[in-house]
């Protein structure tokens, strides 16, 4: 047999790199979470407030740690800020800057893994906006931030061509590049230096990078009508600590600029809409049956009659059909 030494030679290479696969696998997730967030750590200074930074570290270090053993449901009434807002000696009427109030949470996971009740959200925080680029230009918007049938719509609708430059409207950093094809379709989400984060979604095309730096202005993506979107438009949302603002509040999309150089998030003011939020997510619908009727449905759901057409806007007379839904609480 004619053997040739060059494969005696791979031999070995090749079993060592068998052997490897069979290893355990290492869990890669945390450590890139873990440089991730790292990278985005600021530098140390002197002049950074040591009170919060310090604060905060504790507390979300903590935070992060409980994350890891509890679900999800908790995690939505685990409210890491709290002892922060609770603690008058730290003025949050001063700016703080995105790195002290977000601090090491760096995650291209969710939107808002802050999950902090707007009830706990701090009394009032003024934003610096005076570098605000308009995300595009068109000025049309073609649906308001709202309540919809069934959920809220937490952002402002503007038109666009499929193919529009879509612009970053403040200095930041790209923390989530992601697709959900029954939602926001190809999305962007960044946390500017301000404090703020932008939302960017329905997007045919993404032109950047995750941890990328942005300026103001610079195109992130192109206009599009992708996840669940009737036509091309931009889904433009703005948030702070992960509770959205209606965009209209601080942005004159007719003129493309910001209606001031800064904005007063106030609990009361900005997130206006928190008791109709909790109403509708204490609402309960019910899917109507083969040989329903409102009566036989009030009484299986614990209401009455009265109630029922009270909640849908409709008549004790009306027909009700079957695959309807009907609020009933
Ligand atoms: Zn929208």
Redesign the pocket.
Known sequence: MNCNPKYLYIAPIFLFFSFIQLLPAAEPDQNKLKSETESYLPAPSENRRKMPGARFRKVVTQAVAQRAEHDSIALQEMNIYQSIFDDSSDDLMENHPADDIYHHIWTRERLNPYAIPIDSMPDSVRIFCKDFVAPVHSGIIT?HFGPRRYRY?F?T?LRVKVGDSIRCSFDGKVRIIDYERRGYGHYVVIRHNNGLETVYAHLSKTLVEHNQTLKAGQVLGLGGNTGRSTGPHL?YEIRYLGNAINPVHMVDFAQNKMHEDSYLITRNTTFYYNSHLKELRSAKYYTVRRGDTLGRIAQRNGTSINRICRLNNISRKKTIRPGQRLRVR
């Open positions: 649906s719509h952002g609708d889904h």
